[in-house]
């Protein structure tokens, strides 16, 4: 039993190593291009943001952008507070380009419906989406037309991570999320993407249309970010690209409790089962058996002293490996000061992905923005 769990250990050493490699392949995106060519569509789907929308709209308003040249489509998917009012408020005044659609449902998913009731009626050649909780940088499109005209993309990955305040459960959440960052960072340095992010993902109209949009998995209630990647990639395999460029960070805010969190997770795993890509499978199976078996081992321990010394070999195997990963993305990402909540973490990190996936083993449901879907 030792060897086989030394054995996925020792797979997922060299798969973090691996990603790690890719991470310093994919280098900072810089340009000097004075110019701008390109036209975009920013896409907004909202449900009851009342109290996000401020920030985003302050954020939005301050794009150094050309006003002309890009709109901003809100998508209210059955709101019921004052959100549509607060988008009217911040906006009305000013002479960016928007409109506030209501959602056309048609299937199981509210997002993915949102941005295709969205690309219907958007005017320009680019899409961009963000969330209504997230903060954009004011070079946001400027770095993703110079990126454009630099590399040919039809689809561009943005960097996103949280922005949080001095809470442990937060921290938890964004030292888990950098570990996604720079894996997707990671995969797209050894030319294997396998993650993305809706909350600042970029791509060209006529591609989605290509690919037929989100056709082939509107039955998942989540996943507009991933399985777009997944059909982009099988129709454009070199021209799905990473802009990996602090000026092009999108900030959004992490779960503020411990339920919200967990359903949270249930969604992001609900929607692996259905991915085509056979890495995104490899690395998901890897990842989830190597937590499984260190808490086994560190449960294991407090019965068999015996099993100790082979438990922290194990451990601190994982913890290195993670800990350069998590450390690289953390100066990429300006957020190095919570590093030192690691240790404590990398030790709940195992039991909290064992609970999850059992949680949603017994649960077949899971909450999002106050609507009950299947996992």
Not at 100 to 112: A, L, T, V, W
Not at 309 to 322: E, G, N, P, Q
Request: aromatic share 14%.
């Amino acid at each position: 039993m030792i060897y086989i769990l030394g054995f996925i250990i020792l797979n997922y050493v060299v798969l973090i190593s691996t990603l790690i490699v890719g991470f310093d392949k994919i280098k900072i995106f810089k340009s000097d291009r004075k110019n701008v060519v390109n036209t975009f569509s920013i896409v907004i789907p909202f449900r009851n943001e009342s109290s996000n929308l401020s920030n985003l709209l302050k954020s939005l308003t301050s794009l150094s952008y050309p006003t002309s040249l890009f709109e901003i489509i809100f998508i209210d998917d059955e709101s019921t507070d004052n959100s549509i009012e607060i988008i009217n408020n911040n906006l009305h005044d000013t002479v960016i380009n928007y409109k506030i659609i209501s959602n056309k449902r048609k299937s199981q998913s509210p997002k993915k419906d949102a941005i295709e009731t969205a690309i219907s009626v958007s005017k320009h050649n680019w899409i961009v989406t963000t969330d209504a909780d997230c903060i954009v940088p004011k070079n946001w499109l400027k770095l993703f037309d110079d990126f454009i005209e630099i590399n040919n993309s039809k689809m561009i990955c943005g960097p996103v991570t949280y922005k949080i305040d001095n809470t442990f459960l937060q921290k938890l959440q964004l030292l888990d999320f950098i570990s996604l960052i720079g894996s997707t960072i990671g995969g797209f340095g050894i030319e294997k993407p396998f993650l993305c992010n809706g909350a600042n993902l970029c791509y060209s109209k006529k591609a989605f249309l290509a690919v037929n949009g989100f056709e082939g998995n509107n039955n998942i209630s989540s996943g507009d970010d991933i399985f777009l990647l997944q059909k982009m990639i099988s129709k454009f395999p070199s021209q799905i690209h990473y802009l990996k460029s602090m000026k092009g960070l999108v900030h959004t805010k992490p779960e503020t409790t411990l339920k919200k969190l967990i359903f949270q997770r249930i969604r992001w795993a609900s929607k692996s089962k259905y991915y085509k890509n056979s890495f995104s499978k490899l690395v998901g199976v890897l990842v989830f058996l190597t937590n499984f078996s260190l808490a086994i081992l560190l449960l294991s321990s407090l019965l068999n002293l015996y099993i100790w010394s082979i438990t922290l070999l194990f451990l601190a195997f994982k913890f290195m490996i993670d800990f350069i990963l998590i450390f690289k993305t953390l100066i990429f990402t300006n957020q190095l000061k919570n590093i030192f909540i690691y240790p404590i973490t990398s030790i709940i990190y195992p039991f909290f992905i064992v609970f999850v996936f059992f949680y949603s083993f017994f649960n077949k449901s899971f909450e999002w923005k106050s609507r009950t879907f299947k996992a």
